[in-house]
């Protein structure tokens, strides 16, 4: 168990904030890590730090000494994802001239990190979910099975029980997965957090980039605090670096941001609520509502449209027929 102590001390350094969701999440991280579960949910948004709650709880249990494999579900396509997670047998179709242990096999006694998991083709969830009952699957090409000892951490940025109701994943593997599920606040969420990140960035930076910044103007901080960081951490630490490499001033000040974040505290507070449209038939008017939201959605994401997707809980694909039908210009 030394090794997992050991995991428990880095992971305390890791999760920096005070927040009460953070500290209550930290308790869950452990509390989980030292537990036999075999199958861990991760909610949260894109750049809340699913992957680094995963390798934390790997890290805290008594896999440490193991692999921790990592797979996107996302990015890799649905033809290629049995061989990169189950392996192949040599022969088994055309191009196979070895055998590949997959990355299940590779993460034997230790865990699988599977982002993104409601990208997973439904076949394969059918796969995964009897792996999942049996501890047990097949090399592609395989007539034996081989059994594994393995941990398994999935995350998504979805609420998955909305795909099970648009027959999108697996009601029986969403259960299976639901046993344990951990939620990782959005940044927007976590108050003074986002100074205590910035603080822990910058002190990274410092040393990485031989800089003495002394920290964020006190402007800076109170727009960093007002701004909703659709990126979240990511964002956060992404933007931090940036201004690092690209600026010479020993304080991070205002006009380092970059357009999509205000510059002044007047343009970080909060916009009052647009008054009620009145006048015209029922299509007209929500046709400009649902006109208002998504305009207010593509400025707080800077006009990336996977982050303003994510933000209105809708798919890449749907903001884009909503972006058509609403005569909305895309760049």
Same mark, same amino acid.
């Given at each position: 168990m030394a090794g997992a102590e050991r995991g428990m001390a880095d992971y305390k350094n890791e999760m920096i904030g005070s927040h009460p969701d953070i500290l209550a999440l930290r308790r869950l991280v452990e509390r989980v890590a030292k537990s036999p579960v075999r199958t861990v949910l991760i909610y949260g948004e894109t750049g809340t730090g699913k992957g680094l709650v995963a390798r934390m709880i790997h890290r805290a249990s008594g896999r440490a000494a193991k692999e921790f494999v990592d797979l996107n579900c996302a990015a890799i396509p649905a033809s290629l994802m049995e061989s990169e997670l189950f392996g192949h047998e040599r022969g088994a179709?055309?191009?196979a001239v070895e055998r590949k242990l997959g990355l299940v096999e590779a993460a034997n006694q230790g865990s699988i990190f599977l982002d993104e998991i409601r990208e997973m083709d439904l076949t394969l969830q059918a796969k995964l979910l009897s792996l999942l009952d049996t501890q047990q699957f097949r090399r592609v090409g395989a007539v034996k099975a081989t059994s594994v000892d393995v941990r398994f951490i999935a995350a998504t940025n979805k609420?998955?029980? &909305?795909?099970?109701?648009?027959?999108?994943?697996?009601?029986? *593997?969403?259960y299976r997965l639901q046993?344990?599920?951990?939620n990782i606040p959005a940044l927007r969420e976590r108050g003074e957090d986002v100074i205590s990140l910035s603080e822990h960035f910058i002190d990274?930076?410092?040393?990485?980039? @031989?800089?003495k910044v002394r920290g964020?103007?006190?402007?800076?901080?109170?727009?960093?605090?007002?701004?909703?960081?659709? @990126?979240?951490v990511r964002e956060l630490e992404n933007l931090l670096e940036r201004i690092f490499i690209l600026e010479e001033e020993d304080e991070i000040l205002p006009k380092h941001l970059p357009e999509r974040?205000?510059? &002044?505290?007047?343009?970080?507070?909060?916009?009052?609520?647009?008054?009620?449209?009145? /006048? /015209?038939?029922?299509?007209?008017?929500?046709?400009?509502f649902q006109r208002q939201i998504v305009l207010q959605a593509l400025e707080q994401a800077g006009g990336?449209?996977?982050a303003a997707a994510?933000?209105?809980? *809708?798919s890449r694909h749907a903001l884009r027929h909503q972006l058509i039908k609403l005569g909305l210009k895309q760049d």
């Open positions: 179709f055309t191009g609420v998955l029980l &909305s795909e099970v109701k648009s027959g999108k994943f697996r009601e029986d *593997l969403y046993v344990v599920a951990l990274r930076y410092n040393r990485q980039y @031989g800089r964020l103007h006190p402007e800076t901080a109170e727009i960093f605090r007002a701004y909703r960081w659709p @990126g979240n974040i205000p510059r &002044s505290l007047r343009e970080a507070a909060p916009q009052t609520e647009a008054a009620p449209i009145i /006048g /015209g038939s029922f299509h007209e008017l929500t046709s400009a990336n449209v996977q994510d933000l209105l809980e *809708l």
